[in-house]
């Protein structure tokens, strides 16, 4: 069946560190993904997207890695501020949007 | 644009109540989506719109759950009778033209206590 999952529940990384949350999903017919940031409190907030005939995407500081092959996405973080410290999920969209369990980023000063 | 706006933000009730639920999506956005967040089950999909039909409701847990969407700019989920295993945080969310290519964007939630 469908399923999106994270590998790590939660990263610890010290301010100004690169940071890398990784997600794996199951359905190959998935042509859309996207990473969103939630602080606690908030809904989730839109980062960065990726279609599936991309393999790489760059933002402002954020990288996103899509390895087909394997299914596997990857959110890059440089340079991680205290300000980037929340849960980042994984979603795909093949149809209806289907979230990961989510990735705690805990930003040490 | 003000973005998604949900309310109330908190709601507090006692099991067998009626909850109803409020979201005004971004103007122009064609598509409206109601999901619920908990610690268990994370964010899960309940029932979508397009221009104000209803698409896709398999996500409703029960009966006890209705979603109504009577024009483009407003949206209820209301619960009926309500239980304690309701309480979570209902986010609405919505987007443009596509559902495939478009981002959602979210509201700040409900945060809903069912006592």
């Known amino acids: 069946g469908e399923s999106v999952g994270l590998h790590l529940p939660t990263l610890s990384v010290q301010e100004g560190d690169n940071s890398i949350i990784n997600c794996a999903y199951s359905n190959s017919a998935s042509d859309y993904f996207i990473w969103y940031k939630q602080e606690s409190g908030k809904g989730p907030q839109f980062i960065i997207d990726i279609r599936s005939n991309m393999d790489k995407r760059q933002g402002q500081r954020v990288t996103v890695l899509l390895n087909k092959t394997v299914k596997h996405l990857s959110l890059q973080i440089a340079a991680t501020q205290p300000g980037d410290s929340a849960v980042y999920f994984c979603a795909e969209n093949s149809g209806k949007l289907i979230f990961g369990q989510g990735t705690t980023l805990q930003v040490k000063p | 644009d003000a973005g998604v706006i949900q309310s109330p933000r908190h709601e507090v009730t006692e099991m067998g109540q009626e909850v109803t639920l409020r979201c005004k999506p971004i103007?122009?956005?064609?598509?409206l989506f109601w999901y619920r967040q908990t610690m268990m089950r994370g964010l899960e999909l309940l029932i979508y719109?397009?221009?104000?039909?209803?698409?896709?409701d398999s996500g409703m847990p029960e009966d006890r759950f209705s979603a109504k969407m009577p024009n483009a700019s407003f949206s209820t989920l209301k619960i009926q009778p309500s239980e304690p295993r309701d309480s979570a945080v209902y986010f609405c969310?919505?987007?443009?033209?596509?559902?495939?290519?478009?981002?959602?964007?979210f509201g700040p939630g409900t945060r809903l206590t069912v006592l």
């Open positions: 969310a919505s987007s443009s033209v596509s559902l495939s290519t478009d981002t959602q964007y």
């Open positions: 103007s122009g956005h064609d598509y």
């Open positions: 719109f397009n221009n104000n039909v209803p698409i896709d």
